[in-house]
């Protein structure tokens, strides 16, 4: 049986605090646009217990001509465990009043209010520090300086796809993510021909679709596709001085790797946990995650971008 404490704040704070969670995890599932991006936990380990942690890069051999005497030719194997530092280490904490958490035990203020702070700052600012670091590891020379217009976005896009099939030897698997800015120029283009069918005449490309060339489309806010940002200590991101703006970024399965080395929401009650909720009547939500995005010096050739000029 659940009761509520005079103040009106609910004592099931831990069942509060599995809400959030809950919740929060599926924001980050659908709505964080660089969720492709996830690293093979077998080949991560370390971050959980400092900033430092390793990623592992695996190494073969090719074949060799097999001999009827003498059988195989012994091929070694490579496990190599390089060092990586994380760098961004981000929190907030929030007051909830005692009169408005009386409601429903808490839980719908609670999850609304981290709900709501998740789909404005949280999502967007893991989305824009993850593009940007992505984007300062990708090649030089799969890097490509365009002005996309109507007539040449189809095969801009195409291009670059091909071109990393050509490096990585890979056909399948590939992320094409495209700007909202993008897509607005892929709406008018005059690359698609439109036709008449059973239905009608469309007159439009279907945006609705989820692939190109096979690959999947993720479409991403274009203020979220900016080649630099500035982190702010007190809170946010700006893009930096001299950012451009990502107008498509393709990358190859298994090379952009988003690492969550710390992710928590607290919850406490009045005067908890650092005496900074005496003077106020209400509950205190901490949320802090320390994270990073990682592309391996090995993987980068599978990735590229265009980018406006």
Do not use: C
């Not at 719908?108 to 992505?134: C, F, H, S, W």
């Not at 050509?166 to 056909?171: A, F, H, K, P, V």
């Not at 036709?195 to 490309?205: F, I, P």
Request: charged content about 20%; overall charge negative; hydrophobic content about 40%.
């Amino acid at each position: 049986m659940v009761n509520t404490n005079p103040s009106g704040v609910p004592n099931n704070l831990d069942d509060i605090k599995v809400q959030i969670t809950e919740i929060l995890d599926e924001i980050y599932a659908v709505e964080k646009k660089t969720s492709p991006w996830r690293p093979n936990p077998a080949l991560v380990r370390g971050f959980q217990k400092a900033k430092y942690g390793q990623l592992a890069t695996i190494t073969t051999a090719p074949l060799a001509d097999y001999d009827k005497a003498l059988g195989y030719v012994a091929g070694a194997v490579g496990l190599e465990w390089k060092p990586y530092e994380l760098r961004y280490d981000r929190g907030r904490s929030f007051v909830l009043d005692a009169v408005d958490m009386m409601q429903e035990e808490g839980v719908l203020e609670a999850t609304a209010v981290m709900a709501g702070n998740a789909r404005e700052y949280i999502v967007p600012e893991q989305d824009k520090l993850a593009m940007a670091a992505a984007f300062a590891q990708i090649p030089t020379d799969n890097k490509v300086s365009e002005a996309l217009t109507a007539g040449n976005v189809i095969q801009n896009i195409g291009d670059l796809l091909d071109k990393l099939r050509g490096i990585t030897g890979i056909e399948e698997g590939y992320s094409v993510f495209i700007s909202s800015k993008t897509r607005s120029i892929l709406r008018n283009s005059t690359e698609v021909t439109k036709t008449k069918s059973v239905d009608g005449y469309s007159g439009k490309l279907d945006l609705t679709a989820n692939t190109f060339d096979g690959q999947t489309i993720i479409y991403v806010p274009a203020e979220r596709m900016m080649t630099a940002y500035d982190v702010i200590p007190g809170g946010g991101v700006n893009p930096g001085a001299s950012a451009k703006q990502m107008q498509v970024v393709i990358t190859a399965p298994n090379t952009v790797q988003n690492i969550v080395a710390h992710s928590i929401n607290d919850i406490f009650g009045p005067g908890l946990p650092d005496g900074k909720s005496e003077l106020v009547d209400g509950v205190r939500i901490n949320t802090r995650i320390f994270y990073d995005t990682i592309v391996p010096a090995n993987k980068a050739p599978g990735t590229g971008a265009i980018v406006t000029p």
